[in-house]
């Protein structure tokens, strides 16, 4: 009998036929729309694999109906949308895909704050609304990027790509993370700080950490408070590592320079969302992996861990034991 998978959302069709080589697919066809809820409660029943984004959360109450389920693999390298201790519970491997995003999620960070930092979107509008009359001194003046101080936090994987990019740009590079990386440090010359000092310091912060029950709103009022005037943020990891509240009221009362955010607290975020509605915050829909290659190399992946899983193999990527 050959295993059954769920997938939640249509995928290359090389990656599908791969699967469909030694698995009995069912699949979610639309391409915009996640799986309802009441869809995925009633195949994640009797189904060996499921094959899921982090459009879906699959909490205790989903996992308790599932009957034969061996795998959860997540095409994405963050698993926050899963409760990966009640799968550990029921002896459910769930995994990620790590490393194959890394480069294209550091390219896509060093492009927003690019783009913050010179006013890209802003300027290309005004260009297109008719507003520029003359070239000006002061005009649409933005922040220097080389020389900077940059500020990381989280120095994982896409950190150290940061980093890497941020050396091309003679910039000083700090970081705050659980544990020194000393290797990095060597590697790159970036300096360990505590989390109050990085964000005295720097002219740019980078959000880069996981998101989990200890850094959820790691970014509040008070750390906010704590960053230069002209200092930018910059936030490709999840929306709810900084508190969108407080974000707001320092751009709007100037206590920060500007922001640059690919990630929302809720996604898609509302149109109407206040952080939308300042000149100084540049936007992005959760784009950071978005190249052709890398979310291709994502779904082949993610599609190895199924297949592992299900065949009763220990993935490769597995985030629990
Ligand atoms: C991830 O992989 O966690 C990103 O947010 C989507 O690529």
Redesign the pocket.
């Known amino acids: 009998m050959r295993p059954n998978v769920y997938i939640t959302r249509r995928i290359p069709d090389s990656t599908l036929e791969k699967i469909s080589e030694v698995c009995q697919v069912e699949m979610w066809e639309e391409e915009d729309v996640p799986v309802p809820r009441d869809v995925l409660e009633e195949k994640i029943e009797n189904i060996d694999g499921l094959f899921c984004l982090?459009t879906e959360t699959i909490d205790e109450e989903l996992l308790q109906k599932a009957k034969q389920l061996k795998v959860i693999s997540?095409?994405?390298?963050?698993?926050?949308n899963i409760d990966v201790a009640a799968a550990t519970e029921k002896g459910i491997f769930v995994t990620?895909?790590p490393g194959v995003?890394t480069e294209?999620?550091a390219d896509l960070t060093f492009a927003l704050l690019m783009a913050t930092a010179r006013r890209i979107v802003e300027a290309s509008d005004f260009l297109r609304e008719g507003s520029w009359k003359t070239w000006s001194p002061m005009l649409l003046t933005g922040q220097d990027i080389y020389g900077a101080t940059l500020g990381i936090i989280g120095m994982g994987r896409i950190g150290e790509s940061l980093a890497k990019r941020a050396k091309g740009f003679d910039m000083r590079i700090l970081y705050h993370n659980r544990s020194r990386k000393e290797e990095a440090e060597k590697t790159w010359g970036i300096e360990f700080a505590d989390l109050d000092s990085l964000l005295r310091e720097s002219d740019f912060v980078c959000v880069m950490t996981p998101y989990t029950e200890e850094t959820r709103n790691l970014i509040g009022d008070r750390e906010l408070s704590l960053m230069k005037k002209s200092a930018i943020l910059i936030n490709?990891?999840?929306g709810g590592i900084v508190n969108e509240a407080a974000l707001y009221e320092a751009l709007k009362q100037n206590k920060i320079w500007a922001a640059g955010l690919?990630?929302f607290e809720q996604e898609p975020v509302d149109p109407d969302h206040p952080l939308l509605t300042l000149p100084n915050v540049v936007t992005l829909p959760?784009i950071?992996?978005?190249s052709i290659q890398?979310?291709t190399r994502?779904a082949e992946l993610a599609a190895a861990n199924l297949i592992q899983g299900v065949m009763g193999e220990t993935p490769q990527n597995r985030v629990n034991h």
């Open positions: 982090l997540n095409m994405a390298v963050g698993y926050n990620n895909t995003l294209t999620t490709t990891a999840r690919d990630v959760h950071g992996s978005a890398t979310r994502m």
